[in-house]
Nanobody, 123 residues
Framework: EVQLVESGGGLVQAGGSLRLSCATS????????IGWFRQAPGKEREGISC????????YYADFVKGRFTISADNAKNTVYLQLNSLKPEDTAVYYC????????????????WGKGTLVTVSS
């Protein structure tokens, strides 16, 4: 059974930091690209970052502006998203997803998805 479980969300003040975790199980971790996405109230889901399984490349959305960093711990089958300098507009449900067919290019059509973790940034 493929499982992706996000954790680490919560309430933080503007300018603060959080580290989100995506714990995976049920598949060969090294064969899958892992992406982070978010969906704010009334908005479409948008991609944040992705780490490729084939070459280890990382990708970031333009709005990140150096504030977020994706990383992987292969021994723990876990991918992290470090969120720094958080702004109220970062408030959203954050999801991780995995794909072994089109990798990071699958974008919103990634094969497997977690249920999300809520990040709320107060002003």
């Amino acid at each position: 059974e493929v499982q992706l479980v996000e954790s680490g969300g919560g309430l933080v003040q503007a300018g603060g930091s959080l580290r989100l975790s995506c714990a995976t199980s049920g598949f060969s971790f090294g064969d899958y690209a892992i992406g982070w996405f978010r969906q704010a109230p009334g908005k479409e889901r948008e991609g944040i970052s992705c780490i490729s399984a084939t070459d280890g490349r990382t990708y970031y959305a333009d709005f990140v502006k150096g504030r977020f960093t994706i990383s992987a711990d292969n021994a723990k089958n876990t991918v992290y998203l470090q969120l720094n300098s958080l702004k109220p507009e970062d408030t959203a449900v954050y999801y991780c997803a995995a794909d072994n067919r089109r990798g990071c290019q699958a974008y919103n059509d990634m094969r497997y998805w977690g249920k999300g973790t809520l990040v709320t940034v107060s002003s």
